[in-house]
């Protein structure tokens, strides 16, 4: 699945890399890494039955910088994982509290992601009540993967909504 499947296509963009989605003009535009993405599709494609879920790290973006940047992937661990659900646990948060400062010491956790085998790319009533009590700093974003339609999707934060947009993959060597 190296070539991930969106709606449209932007022609207009200033980013390195190739953009896909729509862009909100006053939002962060999120620019992956293509070894994160990869990353991600992989992980994703691991399970196409049951959510899987990670988070996205990358620097901060300092203030008044548009770009969000993400350049890993950390597979959640300890969740509670069923087919239309997945639950990070204290063990999930704590595991990766430690992986973070441990093997990303430079990082920030700039987002989450997980798996929707099957039932396409949205935020559920219950994603939504995890971004907003997990992942509210402005330029957290969400990310979502059906690994059985290979389709994917980010979200982010307009004003107080949450909603779906464009991204950018950034080849490694730029
Ligand atoms: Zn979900």
Redesign the pocket.
């Known amino acids: 699945m190296s070539n991930p499947r969106t709606t449209t296509r932007s022609a207009s963009s200033s980013l390195p890399g190739e953009t896909f989605g729509t862009w909100h003009a006053d939002a962060c535009q999120i620019v992956i890494a293509h070894s994160a993405l990869e990353s991600v599709i992989d992980y994703s494609e691991h399970d196409l039955y049951r ?1 899987l879920g990670g988070f996205l790290l990358g620097p901060v973006p300092p203030s008044g910088q548009r770009v969000l940047e993400i350049r890993d992937f950390l597979p959640a661990v300890a969740t509670k994982s069923r087919a239309t659900s ?1 639950t990070f646990t204290h063990d999930t948060w704590a595991a990766m509290t430690r992986e973070v400062h441990d093997r990303f010491p430079d990082m920030n956790v700039v987002g989450w992601h ?1 798996t ?1 085998p099957g039932f396409g790319v949205f ?2 009533g ?2 939504m009540f995890i971004h907003r009590h997990f992942f509210r700093a402005a330029w957290q974003v969400a990310m ?1 993967v059906d690994p059985q339609r290979k389709e994917l999707g980010f979200f982010q934060w307009q004003g107080d909504r949450v909603v779906g947009c464009g991204f950018c993959c950034r080849a490694n060597d730029n």
């Open positions: 959510e997945l997980h929707h935020l559920s219950y994603d979502v």
